[in-house]
């Protein structure tokens, strides 16, 4: 068969289910392959939702998706969406066809390897049509076992050339190797916590298989648990676990991790938005437990870092703890926990009234809709001034129900990312809060969302403008601040026009809109255009120099 059709046949042998992407003549042929040999393909209307669409269907299901593009500009469409992957070690393989081997006239001709390598993600391609099916299983195991975002260049004319399949040999091994673990380390971290007063474990993204591992640790060290923004939801429904570390942590929270003598950060980049630019972890021995070498210590300097699988790590540690009966209350205390309870969520902290008539206030709004909405969710998060009343108000059932994109700060990816989501998990509902600013950067993936047929929820907290911007310079003339204002957008015709339900609410008795929908069978989105007050969120005020 064909090099194009072989390579898709693969991939899907080897466990692709699911590929996002636009079709030209350049992937044509390997796109269908995949369909034919099962995988399921969703079309995007522009590349860079496509790339949003597979980062944030593999954050939340953990598997190697693929993102398919035409060659030259199919995949500089995609390079913002694919540096966000690239940036959380999303494991994400991404096909791009490219122009024939030797064709330096073509229009389509770049570099493809210099730009994937200048964006931090892994440039591979296939390189004969006799190696083509090892260099794209070579792919796809860096993709799945390193969980990085590759992408792998694919010459039009390699792609047509006739191999037998499957070949002298199946496609290369794709487990995940059995971690290792320092005896040496174990016995350090363990005296650690046993001699800490108030030790806090921090759990993130990379951590996110290892739950339990880590809430027996705890337990056995009497140490409190807190997710980061990337791993929120990781620890829910323990009664000693707060809910997310670092800008979107409640005040109360804040105070907790700041007390804390020992924090260990579990599969978690301890960043400046993680540590408050280091504000929370300052005044605690810190321990980074990563299986990553590059992660120790890049952003925050460690007393020890350990190099190793989270469970892993985590069970030889609450094992050593027992045998050693170095048992205590630790950060438990009766008054601890009355502490927990009171700072664990947004949404039970007080919301200043402001009374703005014919605008909603966006906290208010947004602790009202974690009243309505299932708790059966997926909440996404735009960038932007309003993305902590998303990220931080809206609850989250577990660490598959939620998805932040804002490694590369970029606005604009929530709405395809949210379609992602959806798709990787149709048993819940999937709620996006983005910005008048970032939705209609990519408003075209509504129609995606309409033909799919999904019951997401889309908040837009309309301010007609660009609203970070506006409180980022707060000492800035009416005159300056034109360049980021605009005139009000009726986002909910917008959005019906695309095909979606739509309502807008300018108080919560508008909210009453949402009743029918949520009653209906759900087979379309609805857009909520909330016009909203002016004001700056709170982490736009409070933290907005990090």
Not at 335 to 343: K, S
Request: charged share 20%; aromatic share 4%.
């Amino acid at each position: 068969m064909k090099v194009a059709d072989a390579i898709g046949r693969m991939l899907a042998d080897v466990g692709v289910s699911h590929v996002f992407g636009v079709v030209g003549s350049g992937n044509f042929h390997v796109t269908n392959s995949l369909v034919a040999s099962g995988a399921e393909f969703v079309a995007a209307r522009h590349e860079a939702g496509a790339a949003s669409m597979a980062d944030a269907y593999s954050r939340v299901t953990g598997e190697v998706s693929v993102l398919s593009l035409h060659q030259g500009c199919g995949l500089t469409n995609a390079l913002t969406g694919i540096t966000e992957a690239a940036k959380c070690h999303t494991p994400l393989l991404v096909l791009t066809a490219d122009t024939a081997v030797g064709d330096v006239t073509s229009n389509f001709e770049i570099d493809q390897d210099a730009a994937v390598r200048a964006i931090g993600a892994t440039p591979m391609r296939i390189h004969s049509a006799e190696t083509a099916l090892s260099d794209a299983a070579r792919a796809f195991r860096l993709a799945r076992i390193e969980r990085r975002t590759v992408v792998l260049s694919l010459p039009i004319d390699l792609q047509e050339r006739e191999i037998d399949y499957p070949g002298e040999r199946p496609a290369s091994n794709v487990r995940v190797p059995a971690p290792i673990i320092s005896a040496t380390d174990v016995t350090e971290l363990a005296g650690l916590l046993s001699g800490a007063a108030r030790p806090v474990i921090v759990g993130g993204r990379g951590a996110r298989g290892a739950k339990g591992a880590l809430r027996e640790l705890a337990k056995t060290a009497g140490a409190l648990l807190i997710a980061s923004g990337g791993g929120r939801g990781i620890f829910e429904g323990d009664p000693w676990a707060l809910d997310v570390m670092g800008g979107f942590a409640t005040d109360g929270a804040a105070e907790l991790v700041s007390e804390a003598d020992l924090i260990v950060g579990f599969g978690v980049a301890l960043n400046t938005w993680t540590t408050r630019g280091g504000s929370l972890t300052s005044h605690a021995t810190l321990v980074q437990v990563d299986d990553r070498v590059d992660a120790i210590g890049k952003h925050r300097l460690v007393d020890l870092g350990i190099i190793g699988d989270a469970t892993a790590v985590a069970r030889a540690t609450n094992e050593a703890l027992i045998a050693a009966g170095a048992t205590g209350p630790g950060y438990r205390t009766s008054e601890t926990a009355e502490r927990v309870a009171r700072a664990r969520y947004w949404s039970d902290q007080p919301v200043e009234v402001v009374d703005e008539p014919g605008f909603v206030d966006p906290a208010a709004l947004i602790n009202a809709l974690d009243g309505l909405l299932p708790d059966e969710r997926v909440v996404v998060v735009d960038g932007g001034n309003v993305n902590a009343y998303p990220g931080a108000h809206l609850r989250v059932p577990d660490e598959e129900g939620y998805v932040l994109p804002l490694s590369f700060q970029a606005i604009g990816l929530g709405l395809a990312s949210v379609i992602g989501a959806a798709v990787a998990r149709p048993d819940r509902m999937a709620v996006l809060g983005t910005g008048d600013g970032s939705l209609l950067m990519g408003a075209v993936e509504l129609e995606t969302a309409v033909r799919l047929r999904l019951g997401l929820v889309i908040v837009a907290f309309n301010d007609s403008a660009y609203g970070a911007e506006i409180h980022l310079f707060p000492d800035s003339t009416p005159e300056e601040q034109e360049i980021v204002r605009f005139p009000d957008t009726d986002i909910a015709s917008i959005a019906r026009g695309f095909g979606c339900e739509a309502i807008t609410v300018r108080s919560l008795d508008d909210l009453e809109g949402m009743a029918a929908w949520l009653e209906s069978d759900r087979t379309r989105p609805l857009v909520i255009d909330a016009k909203i007050t002016g004001r700056a969120s709170w982490l736009m005020t409070q933290h907005h120099g990090h």
